[in-house]
């Protein structure tokens, strides 16, 4: 005699299989979201480095004009540099800046400059809830 088995009629997902369904859904839809995150901090970054180095951009042409041709003029554009009040969110500010014997040019008096000069800015960005971004760029001036 033949045994019989019976025929399973019930169709549809185990519990484990939803389970397991619903976790890769979610890490899936977690790392979209992640990147799009990391996508637009990234691209508020680079924003923000770019504002920057056009607000150095406007003292440093000046600073180049006057290396070659006035050392006196150099100095007290340098010297300027530190009391100029905040742009928008972004501030200036020297780091250093010394000729080639390593003498401080804000100390020294501009007969004595060896050239070249190299002055360390710093470009502090301060942005809402007082994040402060800070992007240290160095110049180097050859009269």
Same mark, same amino acid.
């Given at each position: 005699?033949?045994?019989?088995?019976?025929?399973?009629?019930?169709?549809?997902?185990?519990?484990?299989?939803?389970?397991?369904?619903?976790?890769?859904?979610?890490?899936?839809?977690?790392?979209?979201?992640?990147?799009?995150?990391?996508?637009?901090?990234? $691209?508020?970054?680079?924003?923000?480095?770019?504002?920057?180095?056009?607000?150095?951009?406007?003292?440093?042409?000046?600073?180049?004009?006057?290396?070659?041709?006035?050392?006196?003029?150099?100095?007290?554009?340098?010297?300027?540099?530190?009391?100029?009040?905040?742009?928008? $969110?972004?501030?200036?500010?020297?780091?250093?800046?010394?000729?080639?014997?390593?003498?401080?040019? $804000?100390?020294?008096?501009?007969?004595?400059?060896?050239?070249?000069?190299?002055?360390?800015?710093?470009?502090?960005? $301060?942005?809402?809830?007082?994040?402060?971004?800070?992007?240290?760029?160095?110049?180097?001036?050859?009269?």
């Amino acid at each position: 005699m033949a045994v019989s088995h019976p025929v399973n009629t019930q169709s549809g997902f185990t519990l484990i299989e939803t389970l397991v369904a619903i976790t890769v859904l979610t890490v899936g839809m977690l790392s979209i979201s992640m990147n799009l995150t990391l996508g637009l901090k990234s $691209r508020i970054d680079t924003e923000i480095h770019s504002e920057a180095m056009q607000v150095t951009a406007q003292y440093v042409e000046p600073l180049s004009i006057a290396a070659g041709s006035d050392l006196e003029r150099f100095r007290d554009l340098i010297m300027s540099l530190n009391t100029v009040p905040a742009q928008s $969110r972004y501030q200036v500010s020297i780091n250093s800046v010394h000729d080639a014997k390593q003498v401080d040019l $804000r100390d020294a008096p501009s007969g004595s400059w060896e050239p070249p000069f190299t002055l360390v800015m710093n470009v502090a960005y $301060r942005g809402k809830n007082n994040l402060a971004l800070n992007f240290p760029t160095t110049h180097v001036f050859v009269p």
